[in-house]
């Protein structure tokens, strides 16, 4: 059995994490948490402890480290005996704590694609550009690497594999829909890391239909969906990570995914975008000053995290997903509905953060129980989805399926 889980990072998603290790310390052992400021690590911490968060009596530790740097990195890991890393810092970090994983042989955890800083739009498919090419490494060392285990990607993999196992005999599309319909009465700001959201939208739009490849500008493509508890609501076309793994798994599949944004966020975003402010390269200004204009904007926008205390309103985040069983069309919605007050009064954080930060937590137990702990490198898809949907329910983002007029638990 794994135990002892160093979190790397110490944004609003790492908060949520460290709350549910925390909660969840009886599996999951000694808890610490490590980034380049260790004052955001201390309070993340001290936000633990003013919950009582703690399970058990426990280690609970924070530690400053760069990322970037696999040899420190792999000395901590190996001087707090870490068995799990879950990885929710910024997606530029992938692939050094993933070798820090290898070198050191801990188990690792990510929620997002690896990102190089000065590329925006990656070809696909995302995980063969950077962390396929580990997966050998990790089977030859016996590593446990789970990719994209946030929500989105994550659950949603999970969601997909289970509609498609439990309702299909044939696949034939797989809708992803993420809605947030809540509110957090700021002009304009982004519900995560300003740099990481511009930069998923500010490229071409990549869907796998018709089994190749298609291109699409960003909300160029709308649709109206009508979804449990959020009702109507609008959503565009997106490149978005979960897209390019399940392309691979289930290729004869149209996969689509669909991100909900109001009338607002697009015009600033447009208007931002057309004056160059959420380009990645540097520009000199009149006094003679480098800057990158999309790091600038991020420092003008509201810190995420401190969205929280006044958001309020649900998401729903779920699959439809469409096949044949017996000769006869059908089709599937597996989805979550979390709540942005709920989300703050239990843990502090706001409801993107939840959905993003329980996952990971989710499928650390079950790397510590060994459902989950493979050895080698998986996507969501690639594991039972079964074990993964029960430790959810228990911990706080349980799994509803609506299929034709019934809308039941999924395991009821």
Not at 126 to 148: F, M, P, Q, S
Not at 178 to 199: C, L, M, Q, V, W
Request: hydrophobic share 40%; charged share 25%.
């Amino acid at each position: 059995m794994k135990r002892n889980v160093l979190i790397i990072g110490a944004g609003g998603v790492a908060q949520v994490v460290a709350h549910k290790c925390a909660q969840n310390n009886d599996v999951l052992g000694d808890i610490r948490i490590a980034s380049r400021t260790l004052s955001k690590c201390e309070a993340i911490l001290e936000s633990v402890r003013d919950k009582d968060a703690m399970k058990q009596d426990g280690v609970l530790e924070a530690h400053e480290i760069d990322a970037m740097d696999v040899p420190a990195l792999a000395q901590l890991i190996r001087d707090t005996d870490t068995q799990i890393v879950i990885n929710v810092g910024t997606a530029f970090v992938n692939m050094s704590v993933l070798d820090a994983c290898l070198e050191t042989g801990a188990a690792y955890i990510d929620t997002a694609i690896h990102e190089e800083p000065d590329k925006i739009c990656e070809e696909p498919p995302w995980y063969a550009n950077y962390e396929w090419k580990k997966r050998d490494a990790c089977a030859e060392k016996g590593v446990t690497a789970i990719l994209g285990a946030g929500f989105d990607p994550g659950v949603v993999n999970a969601y997909a594999r289970f509609a498609i196992d439990e309702y299909m005999d044939e696949v034939e599309s797989i809708d992803i829909v993420d809605i947030n319909a809540g509110s957090h009465g700021k002009y304009f700001a982004t519900n995560f890391d300003p740099e990481i959201n511009f930069r998923e939208f500010t490229g071409t739009v990549y869907s796998w239909q018709g089994g190749q490849w298609r291109e699409n500008s960003m909300f160029e493509v709308g649709h109206d969906w009508d979804l449990p508890v959020v009702g109507v609501q609008r959503a565009y076309m997106s490149g978005h990570d979960e897209v390019h793994s399940l392309a691979v798994n289930y290729p004869h599949a149209d996969v689509r995914f669909w991100m909900g944004f109001g009338e607002h966020y697009i015009n600033v975003f447009t208007v931002l975008k057309n004056i160059g402010l959420l380009s990645e390269q540097p520009v000199t200004t009149a006094e003679g000053q480098e800057v990158v204009p999309l790091k600038v904007v991020k420092a003008c926008l509201p810190d995420p995290s401190s969205l929280a205390p006044e958001y309020t309103g649900k998401t729903c985040i779920g699959d439809l997903v469409k096949g044949v069983k017996d000769g006869e069309k059908t089709e599937v919605l597996v989805y979550n509905v979390a709540d942005h007050k709920e989300a703050f009064e239990e843990v502090g954080s706001q409801g993107i953060s939840y959905t993003a930060g329980v996952p990971p937590v989710a499928a650390a137990m079950l790397v510590a129980q060994g459902d989950w702990d493979a050895g080698t490198m998986k996507n969501v898809e690639e594991l039972d989805p079964k074990p993964f949907f029960t430790v959810l329910d228990r911990i706080g983002l349980p799994t509803r399926v609506k299929h034709g007029d019934v809308d039941k638990a999924w395991n009821a």
